[in-house]
């Protein structure tokens, strides 16, 4: 603790912020499409950053750390998936898309991932990162619906609009709302009277139905897993399977009555852009199964040593266009590194999956489900959009491999 005449800084609870800048940082591109957001005479992913920096070294050095011996597969082989992705780039036909995409993978990554495992394993930052991420998913879904019904933005890739642009404005905004309804779910199994059980269950409700506004499937399927399965994990993890069996009950048929609801009421889904997305052409009208194969087809064609990074959209015919990547991050990790690409990247992330469940017993069931309920939209769209440049990707991962590490004031 430092003394500034009369004024005292406890460099420890400074350093619990860092919770609070990584959730703003995690969700910047949803929060900058809201009206405070859009509003910040600097942009937010820049600020955030540049307070997440100082407050995540704080937080290294005013704690002691534990680390379980699990943690060495899944960090070891990320550290060597960085490491190959970089040799990679030297057989890559690719210049503009492997400028921007290395630096982000081997410099922000790491970073990302310290990020998540530290403010994870810290109480205190691990409740700024909670309650931040719950006021930004009410914050995004109202944004949205405010600004559909004044025409103030259009989401879903409507005619005329810059498509890589919207696309990437839906599907952070249904992450954003999907990870407060997985966490307003936890709330509900863990709410000790009806009124607080009520309140979370209709928080929760809330953003259900926010999520049939923008666009985005994944977003909506996400949310629908993550309000199935996380608060399931959460009984199980304290030992109570029928709990966790009634809770799976219980949500399947609410999602069942909402969904013969709206059937019901065909007007009512007339705006609703996602379920139109989810009805209208679904996997037919995507162009991800023709890019599963180009990377299937040219990982077989370039074996064993792939690519090189970044270079897919080249070989695929796509030229240096960034947005046609593999849309799965497993995928890209064959097509682009080969065989060895693969295997780490199974080693770091089916590596930190296995062990979010083999920690679920051992883990307070507060804590694992919230780490749950952060990373399992932001898994689900790493196997459906996204590449391995992508920092939400890596701070997931972080926030998973934080149920291996525990952190003490020191």
Not at 302 to 312: A, E, I, N, V, Y
Not at 364 to 374: E, I, T, V, Y
Request: glycine share 14%.
């Amino acid at each position: 603790m430092a003394r500034f005449g009369a004024l005292r800084v406890d460099a420890a609870a400074l350093g619990s912020l860092a919770g609070a800048a990584a959730a703003a940082l995690h969700f910047a591109g949803a929060l900058k499409s809201t009206p405070p957001g859009a509003a910040l005479p600097v942009d937010l992913t820049l600020l955030a950053a540049a307070a997440l920096v100082p407050l995540l070294a704080l937080l290294l050095l005013t704690r002691r750390w534990w680390l379980h011996p699990m943690l060495a597969l899944p960090l070891g082989t990320a550290a060597l998936l960085w490491l190959w992705l970089v040799l990679a780039g030297g057989w890559s036909r690719s210049a503009t898309i492997l400028a921007q995409k290395l630096p982000e993978i081997v410099l922000l990554g790491p970073v990302m991932l310290l990020a998540g495992l530290a403010v994870g394993a810290d109480g205190a930052a691990r409740r700024w990162l909670v309650a931040v991420t719950l006021a930004s998913g009410p914050l995004v879904a109202v944004s949205v619906a405010w600004g559909l019904a004044n025409g103030k933005i259009v989401l879903g890739g409507a005619v005329g609009a810059n498509p890589d642009l919207l696309r990437v404005q839906y599907q952070l905004a249904g992450l954003a709302i999907a990870c407060a309804a997985g966490l307003g779910a936890v709330r509900v199994v863990e709410a000790d009277g009806w009124p607080a059980r009520l309140f979370w269950s209709g928080f929760t409700l809330a953003l259900a139905a926010s999520a049939l506004l923008p666009g985005g499937r994944m977003g909506l399927i996400s949310l629908a897993l993550s309000v199935l399965l996380v608060p399931a994990l959460r009984c199980w993890s304290a030992g109570s399977p029928r709990a966790a069996l009634r809770w799976l009950g219980l949500a399947a048929l609410a999602g069942l009555l909402g969904a013969v609801l709206l059937l019901l009421q065909a007007e009512a889904m007339e705006g609703l852009r996602t379920l139109e997305r989810l009805t209208q052409g679904g996997m037919e009208a995507s162009a991800r199964p023709a890019l599963w194969r180009a990377a299937l087809d040219w990982a077989g064609a370039t074996m064993p040593w792939g690519l090189g990074t970044g270079g897919f959209t080249i070989a695929a015919g796509h030229g240096e266009r960034r947005g046609l990547y593999p849309h799965n991050h497993a995928l890209e990790a064959l097509a682009e590194g080969g065989p060895i690409g693969l295997a780490l990247w199974l080693g770091c992330f089916g590596g930190g999956a296995a062990m979010l469940l083999l920690r679920a017993r051992h883990v307070a069931p507060g804590r694992m489900a919230r780490m749950a309920a952060l990373a399992l939209p932001v898994g689900m769209a790493a196997m459906v959009s996204t590449d391995l440049g992508n920092r939400m990707v890596w701070f997931a991962l972080g926030l998973v491999l934080s149920v291996g590490a525990v952190a003490k004031r020191g």
